[in-house]
């Protein structure tokens, strides 16, 4: 998954662009920038990969969201469906959206179960955020058909999943909105950044307005003569961080490559041993393999071998069920809705009862589940090395 393993000449030469301009913002200074647009031109690269029609950078995959969710119109007295499977930024963003969060059960995918979204619906719930988790996608048609029939509003969370694809089409693109991250652990990286992806030319708009304080670039060259038809926030990104995604972008395909083969080889390793079931993938051929996650038999199992990984110097594994940040389980501060602030969710009329929410079918799964970040500097003789540790852990 890190980009950051490829980072060398081309992300320097990138910024060394910026700097000999000493223009470190997306807009304006049409003169001093000399004809150079790193987020622009992010933007422009991110529509050719993605094949999304439109794309807004922005300071991370958090505001991306943030971002998202007000475009589409969604805030205070809405109810929004996220997995309990996912890191906290999903969530943050939906509260901090004045919106409610509600958790659907995942399954075998990682991802939101489209079977078990109609138990959690009510008159209230007005988006579903299907989290593509781990570099792989939910049953995102699925997803896609139940959020038409109910007229519901569906955003993606393709935070983790740039470079996956389902039947063909990027990640991010099957709803009104996709949202991207390229922070510093991503398959791609700018340091901080994010971006959103969409279809829809006014989503767009009110996206790139909302992400800069509601300016409408109406004033042309001078911002202060630009109107501000809707009220926003800051979530720029700089000409420094774009630039370093440029290069990264550049490289995509490539990372894509050497983690799809490096999954191949250990996968078709592990393949035999009866005691590994792995993750589902709906669509393999789109999986951007950043991750392999399987199951053990129970989480007992699942427990001694994450312990015997360890011993083994397998390094980069994950026991999801016991983490602080991408679990519902260890979230005692959304349980006990300990904000700095008080949130609009705590005054809603209903809302879940997050601290007695049972999710027997997502704890079941994240039980058993391990996954493995796959690396791209790994030569073979680490991967030989690896799947003997894994061999010895799960045989141990
Ligand atoms: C990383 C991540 C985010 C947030 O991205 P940041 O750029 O770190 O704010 C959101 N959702 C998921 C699933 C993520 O993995």
Same mark, same amino acid.
């Given at each position: 998954? %890190? $980009? @950051?393993?490829?980072?060398?000449?081309?992300?320097?030469?990138?910024?060394?662009?910026?700097?000999?301009? *000493?223009?470190?913002?997306?807009?304006?200074?049409?003169?001093?920038?000399? *004809?150079?647009?790193?987020?622009?031109?992010?933007?422009?690269?991110?529509?050719?990969?993605?094949?999304?029609?439109?794309?807004?950078?922005?300071?991370?995959?958090?505001?991306?969201?943030?971002?998202?969710?007000?475009?589409?119109?969604?805030?205070? =007295?809405?109810?929004?469906?996220?997995?309990? @499977?996912?890191?906290?930024?999903?969530?943050?963003?939906?509260?901090?959206?004045?919106?409610?969060?509600?958790?659907?059960?995942?399954?075998?995918?990682? /991802?939101?179960?489209?079977?078990?979204?109609?138990?959690?619906?009510?008159?209230?719930?007005?988006?579903?955020?299907?989290?593509?988790? /781990? $570099?792989?996608?939910?049953?995102?048609?699925?997803?896609?058909?139940?959020?038409?029939?109910?007229?519901?509003?569906?955003?993606?969370?393709? /935070?983790?999943?740039?470079?996956?694809?389902?039947?063909?089409?990027?990640? =991010?693109?099957?709803?009104?909105? *996709?949202?991207?991250?390229?922070?510093?652990?991503?398959? +791609?990286?700018?340091?901080?950044? *994010?971006?959103?992806?969409?279809?829809?030319?006014?989503?767009?708009?009110?996206?790139?307005?909302?992400?800069?304080? =509601?300016?409408?670039?109406?004033?042309?060259?001078?911002?202060?003569?630009?109107?501000?038809?809707?009220? $926003?926030?800051?979530?720029?990104?700089?000409?420094?961080?774009?630039?370093?995604?440029?290069?990264?972008?550049?490289?995509?395909?490539?990372?894509?490559?050497?983690?799809?083969?490096?999954?191949?080889?250990?996968?078709?390793?592990?393949?035999? +041993?009866?005691?590994?079931?792995?993750?589902?993938?709906?669509?393999?051929?789109?999986?951007?393999?950043?991750?392999?996650? @399987? @199951?053990?038999?129970?989480?007992?199992?699942?427990?001694?071998?994450?312990?015997?990984?360890?011993?083994? =110097?397998?390094?980069?594994?994950?026991?999801?069920?016991?983490?602080?940040?991408?679990?519902?389980?260890?979230?005692?501060?959304?349980?006990?809705?300990?904000?700095?602030?008080?949130?609009?969710?705590?005054?809603?009329?209903?809302?879940?009862?997050?601290?007695?929410?049972?999710? %027997?079918?997502?704890?079941?799964?994240?039980?058993?589940?391990?996954?493995?970040?796959?690396?791209?500097?790994?030569?073979?003789?680490?991967?030989?090395?690896?799947?003997?540790? +894994?061999?010895?852990?799960?045989?141990?």
């Amino acid at each position: 998954m %890190p $980009g @950051f393993e490829l980072f060398g000449d081309e992300e320097k030469k990138e910024v060394m662009d910026v700097l000999d301009t *000493g223009v470190l913002f997306r807009y304006g200074f049409e003169q001093a920038r000399k *004809g150079k647009w790193k987020a622009r031109s992010f933007e422009e690269k991110l529509c050719r990969f993605t094949g999304a029609e439109y794309a807004h950078l922005c300071s991370s995959g958090t505001a991306a969201l943030s971002i998202a969710l007000a475009a589409c119109g969604i805030g205070a =007295g809405d109810e929004v469906i996220i997995p309990p @499977f996912t890191f906290v930024a999903t969530f943050e963003a939906v509260l901090n959206s004045g919106a409610v969060p509600v958790f659907g059960e995942i399954d075998e995918t990682l /991802c939101l179960n489209p079977d078990r979204l109609d138990s959690v619906v009510t008159e209230k719930t007005k988006a579903v955020i299907p989290v593509h988790m /781990c $570099g792989a996608m939910a049953q995102i048609d699925k997803i896609k058909k139940f959020c038409a029939e109910k007229k519901l509003i569906l955003i993606e969370d393709a /935070c983790q999943a740039i470079g996956g694809f389902f039947k063909g089409k990027h990640l =991010g693109r099957f709803g009104k909105m *996709g949202c991207l991250s390229f922070d510093a652990v991503k398959t +791609i990286t700018c340091g901080e950044g *994010g971006g959103i992806i969409t279809d829809d030319h006014d989503l767009y708009l009110k996206a790139s307005q909302y992400a800069d304080h =509601g300016h409408d670039y109406s004033g042309g060259p001078d911002r202060g003569a630009d109107g501000h038809p809707i009220m $926003g926030a800051n979530y720029r990104i700089s000409e420094l961080n774009a630039a370093v995604g440029v290069a990264q972008l550049g490289k995509l395909n490539k990372i894509i490559k050497i983690q799809q083969n490096n999954k191949k080889i250990i996968k078709e390793a592990l393949s035999g +041993i009866s005691d590994i079931r792995f993750r589902q993938i709906p669509d393999p051929d789109g999986d951007s393999a950043s991750f392999l996650s @399987f @199951f053990l038999p129970d989480e007992t199992r699942a427990k001694k071998v994450i312990k015997a990984l360890g011993k083994n =110097g397998v390094d980069a594994c994950f026991y999801w069920y016991d983490n602080n940040w991408h679990y519902f389980r260890k979230w005692d501060h959304l349980k006990s809705m300990k904000s700095a602030a008080p949130l609009c969710a705590q005054f809603a009329e209903t809302k879940p009862d997050y601290k007695n929410i049972s999710l %027997p079918e997502s704890d079941s799964v994240m039980k058993k589940t391990i996954s493995m970040l796959i690396k791209l500097s790994w030569i073979d003789s680490e991967i030989e090395k690896r799947i003997n540790g +894994i061999k010895n852990a799960v045989n141990s």
